[in-house]
């Protein structure tokens, strides 16, 4: 089983990029899927995720109204689609799945699985 992240790069403040997080060895559709970000020195931020049961989603209030999770399960690849990019978006980018839930659930102690390499999103002006 493998995730790979991809479309991350370096773009300006006001910007929009599509990352994509696909998958092979599994079948997507099984999975609620996360993206997470994280900062060198800091902790994991949990980003958005995609369910599988239901099509529901949610975002992180730090991305609400900027960023859009989606999924395509036949071509097994989730992507989140960001505009209006900050500063503080800058971060590695990962997807993994949640291997506890099918609906997304948010809680402390989840068990993910299947993390990629990551995809670094730089902000700069």
């Known amino acids: 089983v493998q995730f790979v992240e991809s479309g991350g790069g370096l773009v300006r403040p006001g910007d929009s990029l599509r990352l994509s997080c696909a998958a092979s060895?599994?079948?997507?559709?099984?999975?609620?899927i996360k993206w997470f970000r994280q900062v060198p020195g800091k902790g994991r931020e949990e980003v958005s995720c995609?369910?599988?049961?239901?099509?529901?989603?949610y975002y992180a209030e730090f991305v609400e109204g900027r960023f859009t999770i989606s999924r395509d399960n036949a071509k097994s690849t989730v992507y989140l689609q960001m505009s209006s990019l900050k500063s503080e978006d800058t971060a590695v980018y990962y997807c993994a799945a949640d291997l506890e839930h099918r609906r997304c659930t948010r809680m402390p102690g989840i068990t993910y699985g299947y993390w990629g390499q990551g995809t670094q999103v730089t902000v700069s002006s």
């Open positions: 995609t369910s599988a049961s239901d099509g529901s989603t």
């Open positions: 060895g599994l079948t997507l559709g099984d999975y609620a």
